[in-house]
């Protein structure tokens, strides 16, 4: 993704599909194309169960139709929303 939109949430009450689904209605009705993926800091990933603490948790994961993916250079509390491919066309 080379142009995404960045979103800023920091309520601790939402869980993160929630939050990745509200900036996913916004970015629709503001751009009028479907995100399908989204950047966010490792730190908001959902930690994994049954692993060991050795094991690193997991870098995606899909909250929907949005491939979610960790980015160290996402600040925590936001989320870097857009369409994955060239001029908005998915890349497979």
């Known amino acids: 993704m080379k142009i995404g939109m960045l979103w800023f949430d920091n309520d601790k009450q939402t869980d993160l599909i929630t939050k990745i689904e509200t900036a996913s209605v916004y970015y629709f ?19 994994r169960e049954n692993h060991s603490e050795n ?8 909250a929907g139709n949005v491939e979610v993916r960790s980015n160290q250079t ?16 998915a890349i497979t």
Do not use: D
């Open 55 to 62: 094991q690193k948790e997991a870098t995606t994961y899909k």
């Open 29 to 47: 009705q503001k751009y009028g194309k479907r995100p399908n993926i989204c950047f966010v800091h490792p730190c908001m990933l959902p930690k």
């Open 74 to 89: 996402v600040l925590p509390n936001h989320l870097w929303i857009g369409i994955n491919g060239v001029n908005g066309e």
